[in-house]
């Protein structure tokens, strides 16, 4: 029962902050779009290499098959290092969005420069980190490609369980308290289990949460909306406008969800270390938000 009044209230203080410090959605915002960019000129350049070696010379698209004469050495090696690639941006990515978070946790004013400065510093613990999960990684899908049914299972579960395991890492080593990814993995273990029952409330709770919130909209807005104005108007414009316009609005509630998990993470991260001392501050610092916004509302209509 008190972790699930802790994880309601963790949830709360969360939403709090991104309420608060609404710039905390731009800055995500622009780290996501630059690490989407890093990742479509990796995608450029393995393409433009595979090019250059004839890879795609062998892809006959009149045979029943026209992947098969495709090399599959090439093959798997693109895919390895289009994930490593793709490992190593979501970690850095997730190292700027976990010191913002850090910061508007804290109440902490900081620029996009400063977290950058700060990032670069802990770069070689982030490296190490990121080595030990790309490797894990690498493994895991070459087992996968060798041997299929055993391969995936042990890649759901033993991926699963490094995921997990791993939650607080990054955010232990921007925050300083590890100088390596060994270092950073034992004190995301000893975090994560020093209050599981938050950790599993919060995370199920927001992914059940979410997944019911998609699907409805999906259903109701995306699908269903539009198909009643197509079939009652006969305009199948405005049903394909609306629904145009279901699809930007659920993109952009998804990205907010996002940052929501990413402050929650680091709330949970700070809940481990300081326990319910985390929740009083932030319900502190909540409180004196609104204060201000009070005392600004009377004076602006005086």
């Known amino acids: 029962m008190k972790s699930i009044q802790s994880s309601v209230a963790l949830t709360h203080m969360s939403l709090s902050i991104v309420l608060r410090d609404t710039k905390i959605l731009l800055r995500f ?18 393409g433009y290499g595979l090019y250059a070696l004839g890879y795609f010379k062998t892809i006959d698209f009149q045979a029943e098959d026209p992947f098969l004469n495709l090399d599959r050495t090439l093959t798997v090696a693109a895919l390895l ?33 400063e977290v950058h400065r700060h990032v670069l510093q802990n770069v070689k613990g982030l490296s190490q980190f990121i080595l030990m999960s790309a490797t894990l990684g690498v493994f895991l899908r070459l087992l996968e490609d060798r041997l299929p049914w055993v391969g995936r299972i042990a890649t759901y579960v033993v991926q699963g369980a490094w995921n997990l395991a791993t939650v607080f890492a990054v955010v232990n080593i921007v925050d300083g308290q590890a100088k390596t990814g060994v270092e950073a993995t034992k004190k995301s273990v000893q975090q994560l289990t020093a209050a599981f029952g ?11 949460i979410t997944g019911i919130f998609f699907i409805t909209w999906l259903i109701v807005v995306v699908i269903g909306l539009p198909i009643l104005l197509i079939v009652y108007l006969g ?38 270390r300081n326990g319910n001392e985390t929740i009083a501050m932030e319900k502190e610092l909540f409180k004196q938000m609104i204060s201000t916004k009070k005392a600004r509302s009377v004076f602006s209509h005086q």
């Open 29 to 46: 915002l622009f780290v996501q779009a630059i690490s989407m960019i890093v990742l479509l000129l990796a995608v450029g350049v393995v």
């Open 81 to 113: 290092g289009m994930y490593v690639v793709g490992v190593f941006v979501h970690n850095f990515s997730k190292a700027y969005i976990s010191t913002f978070a850090l910061a508007a946790i804290r109440n902490t004013k900081t620029s996009f420069s």
């Open 198 to 208: 938050e950790n599993i409330t919060v995370r199920i709770g927001l992914g059940v």
């Open 235 to 272: 305009n199948l414009l405005i049903g394909g406008g609306v629904a145009l316009v279901g699809v930007i609005m659920l993109v952009i509630a998804l990205f907010i969800i996002s940052v929501l998990e990413s402050v929650l993470n680091v709330m949970l991260y700070e809940y481990t």
